[in-house]
């Protein structure tokens, strides 16, 4: 599929808005008799799994004919009712009005008056390349290197109590737009074998808010601590690394992280710990952001997670530092790319990944090889 380039100049000045991808209507929902750690043991090439529940490329799905799963279905765990909700949603008119009408869409990060993501955080300093360039951020966690093949994600979505309540219907909104993220993802990766592998945890705590300083760990552990004590997890970070390590074993995956979303006051709305690895989003993003960006949001999160460095302005990236298990260097930012470079998530509020930040994130790559940069 020939694929077209924007240049950020000429979204900037608005003078077109390309379309964003229809992810859901290529997707098809369909459930199995049993659940299916590997993906040889899959009926179809599966893009997201919620235990027997699998979502799959649409034609494939029809191929195959199979049981098509609506909301009401009962029977279903709470993981598998909420990924088929989530699927549903995100075929409905309300959902994808509220994607194409976000404000902030085709805004770079850090402009227009709009926040930027936090930049990443934590994980240990890459090794120094022997090719000239510097190595730059973090290197990823052992379980988060390169975005291939099945992937375990879990989400811990935690309300409190009073305005810091997350209703049904929201809990409904944040599992579809997390859904959407991985679609985006899975959408980008060339050699399309990337299976998203979820799990679902509400929790309910009883815990006051608490005033969020500059110190993002001690901003949330009061209320990460007591959401991984509901799950069986203990406290700080060292649990949530044993939650996602004990995530991966249960689900058979090679890789695998995690997504705290809660209204709890933050550090900031949108920031991942690399050796977590897990990353938090606020239910209600704010600063020029909402809702309808949290898919965006999780997705461009999860880049960082898997490596991949900022390249809006005001990140300070610069061409010359290598990011991700190819030491590949950040050929995108905006700071040095002489057009500006071209439409990614990891600049814009796009549902779009470049060849660089494939790279960076660690896809398989294309059957012909990646192109040069
Ligand atoms: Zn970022």
Redesign the pocket.
């Known amino acids: 599929m020939a694929r077209q380039r924007f240049s950020v100049a000429q979204t900037a000045e608005a003078l077109f808005a390309p379309e964003e991808p229809d992810l859901a209507n290529a997707e098809a929902v369909i459930l199995l008799e049993t659940p299916a750690p590997g993906i040889a043991a899959a009926p179809t090439r599966a893009i997201h799994r919620y235990g027997r529940v699998v979502i799959a490329p649409g034609s494939a799905a029809r191929d195959n004919a199979p049981p098509v799963v609506s909301a009401g279905d009962a029977g279903l765990t709470l993981t598998e009712r909420m990924g088929v909700h989530a699927f549903w949603r995100r075929r409905s008119d309300a959902f994808r009005i509220a994607s194409q009408s976000r404000a902030g869409r085709f805004v770079a990060?850090g402009s227009g008056g709009r926040v930027?993501?936090?930049?990443?955080l934590g994980g240990a300093t890459a090794p120094q390349p022997s090719n000239g360039l510097s190595a730059a951020g973090a290197m990823p966690s052992p379980t988060s290197e390169r975005l291939q093949g099945e992937v375990a994600v879990g989400l811990i979505i935690v309300s409190g109590p009073g305005h810091l309540a997350i209703l049904p219907d929201e809990m409904d909104e944040i599992v579809a737009r997390m859904q959407e993220g991985c679609s985006i993802l899975q959408a980008a990766a060339p050699a399309g074998d990337v299976v998203f592998n979820h799990e679902i945890h509400p929790v309910y705590l009883s815990l006051p808010d608490a005033r969020a300083t500059q110190d993002h760990d001690a901003t949330e552990a009061p209320w990460r601590d007591a959401a991984l004590a509901q799950i069986g997890q203990r406290g700080g970070r060292a649990g949530v690394l044993a939650y996602v390590t004990d995530l991966r074993r249960r689900l058979g995956t090679r890789w695998a992280y995690c997504a705290f979303v809660t209204k709890y006051s933050l550090t900031h709305f949108?920031?991942?710990w690399m050796d977590g690895p897990h990353l938090v989003l606020a239910a209600e993003p704010g600063h020029g952001w909402s809702q309808a960006d949290l898919d965006v949001l999780f997705a461009?999160?999860t880049?960082?997670i898997f490596g991949?460095?900022?390249e809006?302005k005001s990140?300070g990236c610069n061409c010359g530092t290598t990011h991700g298990v190819y030491g590949h260097a950040n050929l995108n930012c905006q700071n040095c790319v002489p057009n500006g470079g071209e439409l990614c998530i990891?600049h814009t509020n796009v549902k779009r990944l470049c060849d660089h930040t494939k790279r960076h994130v660690g896809f398989s790559a294309p059957p012909g090889g990646w192109p040069s940069a």
């Open positions: 990060w930027a993501p936090a930049p990443p949108a920031y991942a461009h999160e880049c960082h991949a460095p900022d809006y990140s990891m």
